[in-house]
């Protein structure tokens, strides 16, 4: 069973940035792609970024290309989202997510593991 705990989310105003960690408890982690997946009230779950488990691949959503950073670091068991110039539609619940699939996947159903999330907020 994979554990994951999100941190890293809270207020901020517009044009800030945030830094987002995902650790998880599982001696494994560096066979598992993760992703990052976001949900406003009344919206859908939403792909976000995503990397594989070497790092060599990463991927983005258009909204977020050029101002989100996805990393890991896979001796700390932990994968972090570099967000910059916020702006209010970015707010949301973050997720991180695991897939012990080889390839990387941007949907939700295809991930097999969730954290509980982690609020962020953006003022305009």
């Known amino acids: 069973q994979v554990q994951l705990v999100e941190s890293g989310g809270g207020l901020v105003q517009a044009g800030g940035s945030l830094r987002l960690s995902c650790a998880a408890s599982v001696p494994t982690f560096s066979i598992y792609s993760m992703g990052w997946f976001r949900q406003a009230p009344g919206k859908e779950r939403e792909f976000v970024s995503a990397?594989?488990?070497?790092?060599?691949?990463?991927y983005y959503a258009d909204s977020v290309k050029g101002r989100f950073t996805i990393s890991r670091d896979n001796a700390k068991n932990t994968v972090y989202l570099q967000m910059n110039s916020l702006k209010p539609e970015d707010t949301a619940a973050y997720y991180c997510?695991?897939?012990?699939?080889?390839?990387?996947?941007?949907?939700?159903?295809?991930?097999?593991?969730w954290g509980q999330g982690t609020q962020v907020t953006v003022s305009s």
């Open positions: 990397i594989s488990w070497s790092a060599d691949s990463t």
């Open positions: 997510a695991a897939d012990s699939a080889l390839v990387v996947h941007t949907t939700p159903r295809e991930y097999d593991y």
